[in-house]
């Protein structure tokens, strides 16, 4: 269900919430989906947002829920802090996304808290995520971070630059894969994104082969320079441009289309939290061979599909200038 955010000046946002009981703990499932969906929402329309208290959505119970590497239900947190040293920061909310608020924070702190199996733990948290928690626990006990404010002059409204999707920002060469087994659901989403894209006329001039077999990975990343660690991937998808949907010889076109729809199965793959590399370091005819495909195919590259294993290596890019005409 979709949940309005409070805004500030509701007096919902300064109440002090309820412990959760486990008794209710079933029925507040759905109220973890919505704040999950809170967060996503943010980060879509502002850019920012890593966690959400439930009061903020009107429940007024001790729970936040926490999306970063993934997603993490914190239900009646304690918070201590750890050492006394303090840092400013620049605080934003959910709940007045465009202003910023000058507030103090202590640098490390543990939480304790239930899980959403009722399981205890902790976690220790220092800096930026030490900062957003102190933020959402305040929120259960109806303190927003306005009311922190260091000085008078604490305040600064949010610029609202346009922004570059995430998924383009973060996309990198993945290139080492851990045993998580990737779903046929999850390929179809990705295929899904692959036929989605655009193309000249609307020719939609591709394919795409799905390779699991060990076997098949073998051969193929044998002929794509003898590339190791591509079979560290459980996922092979080959695109292939195939002159046959537009019929009209024009082969350039053909493999311009068919790489905007492999760009789209990077970026989806990137939102889905997998890794993927694109790849295409092989001869054209030796891999159509190996493939079965006939000279209107086109191999526009392999991309491994799994989950990142590790850090992928930092990459730059030239500093660009445009001509204006
Ligand atoms: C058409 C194409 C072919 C590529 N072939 C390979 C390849 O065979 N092996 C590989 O490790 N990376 C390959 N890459 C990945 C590039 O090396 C990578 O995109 C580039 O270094 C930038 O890094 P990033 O993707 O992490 O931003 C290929 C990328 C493209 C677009």
């Known amino acids: 269900m979709e ?3 409070l805004l500030l000046g509701d007096p919902r946002l300064y109440e002090v919430s309820e412990e959760v009981t486990r008794e209710e703990l079933e029925e507040l499932r759905p109220v973890f989906t919505d704040l999950f969906d809170c967060i ?4 879509r329309d502002y850019g920012f947002g890593r966690a959400i208290a439930a009061p903020q959505i009107g429940v007024q119970k001790r729970l936040i829920c926490m999306l970063t590497d993934k997603p993490y239900v914190f239900i009646n947190p304690t918070l201590e802090f750890v050492g006394d040293e303090m840092m400013e920061v620049m605080d934003d909310c959910m709940s007045f996304p465009n202003l910023l608020v000058r507030v103090q924070r202590y640098r490390h702190c543990l939480l304790r ?40 002059k604490a305040f600064a409204v949010r610029e ?3 922004r570059i999707l995430p998924e383009i920002v973060n996309r990198r060469s993945i290139r080492s894969y851990s ?26 001039p591709w394919d795409f082969i799905v390779v699991r077999s060990y076997q098949m990975r073998e051969k ?9 660690w591509m079979l560290t991937a459980p996922v092979f998808i080959v695109c292939i441009g195939n002159e046959k949907y537009r019929g009209d ?10 790489a905007i729809a492999t760009e789209h199965i990077l970026l989806q793959a990137e939102h889905m939290g997998l890794g993927a590399c694109w790849t295409g370091w092989f001869d054209q005819n030796e891999m159509r061979s190996a493939l079965g495909l006939d000279e209107r195919c086109y ?3 392999v991309v491994t599909i799994g989950y990142p294993d590790g850090q992928p290596v930092e990459t730059g890019r030239r500093s660009l200038e445009y001509r204006e005409l």
């Not at 030490?130 to 626990?137: C, N």
């Open 40 to 43: 996503s929402r943010i980060q």
């Open 113 to 152: 808290y239930k899980d959403e199996n009722w399981e205890d733990r902790e976690m220790r948290m220092d800096d930026d995520m030490s900062e957003l928690i102190q933020h959402e626990y305040d929120h259960l006990d109806g303190i927003l971070s306005t009311m922190r404010a260091v000085d008078e």
């Open 249 to 258: 010889g024009d082969m350039e076109r053909v493999i311009r289309d068919s």
């Open 160 to 162: 609202n630059k346009p």
């Open 220 to 228: 193929i990343s044998s002929i794509d320079h003898n590339q190791k």
């Open 299 to 301: 191999v526009i590259g």
């Open 3 to 5: 949940r309005d955010i």
């Open 179 to 204: 045993d998580e087994e990737v779903t046929d659901e999850q390929v179809d989403c990705l295929i899904e994104a692959a036929r989605l894209a655009p193309s000249g006329s609307n020719k939609q």
